[in-house]
């Protein structure tokens, strides 16, 4: 397997903003702007009314957007486009299904100059960090949301990445399979300590795995306000600490969601 990162890299968001052209010729601001410093391991869950600019964010993080202003830099290089340094997760799961579980899982790996037998060692060694090293040669459409979703995962790690973006990976799922998951992917991020950018709707699920949650606000998406949490893990949700907590998110979040429905008033 890739040698475990110890500390990721740091991730600088600088002004960022986003402005797109609407059909009509005018102009609608997305994002911003965004300032924020990641540290190097740290795992950030970001939060925010639908519209937001949460999704725009990320794919800006990973390269897929360019920002209308602002830089974003990893370990002090500006971003200007995709790099296999940033794995990106999505809903969707995104896998090739003409493509078996472990070529899948291969596929970043024949970007890299590693032998075609050192792929498959490192990719087998992923499907066993998730659990699915008995589906290796399995086609995708033979596997469960869940499943295939491990398999997005164990894709991420393989490419040994310094950053992941996470962009509601487990929206999809349910709340069994959903919890798993989570669980899951603390345990794999405690080992690897790589840096993560996970968006969420999901309040609890933003306190169970953020070292810090960043709130952002109705469009333009702003950074309204963040948390750190220092409590242990595995969480416990139903804590004192951690409702009083749940209910400081929401009450902003609601306030934000009043904003996005005013013109209904």
Known sequence: ??????????????????????????????????????????FLVVVGPSGCG?????????????????????????????SIDRSMIFQSYAL???????????????????????????ALQYLRLVGLQDFADKNIDELSGGMKQRVAIARAFA??????????????????????LQRELLRIWQEQQRTVVFITHSVNEAIFLADRILVMSSRPGRIRAEWRLNSPRPRDLNSDQHRRLEAEIFSLLDEEVTKTFSWAT
């Open 1 to 42: 397997m890739n040698a475990p990162l110890t500390t990721g890299k740091p991730l600088c968001i600088s002004g960022l903003t986003k402005t797109y052209e609407t059909r009509t010729g005018e102009s609608m601001e997305a994002l911003g702007p965004i300032s924020v410093d990641v540290a190097a391991g740290e």
């Open 54 to 82: 949460k999704s725009t964010l990320l794919q800006i993080l990973a390269g897929f957007l360019k920002p209308t202003d602002g830089t974003v830099s990893v370990n002090g290089e500006i971003i200007t486009g995709p």
């Open 96 to 122: 090739f299904p003409w493509l078996s579980v472990l070529d899948n899982v291969r596929f970043g790996l024949r970007r890299k100059t590693i032998p075609r037998e050192q792929q498959r060692s490192i």
């Open 159 to 180: 490419v040994n990445p310094s950053i992941l973006l996470m962009d509601e990976p487990f929206g999809a799922l349910d709340a069994l399979t959903r919890r798993f």
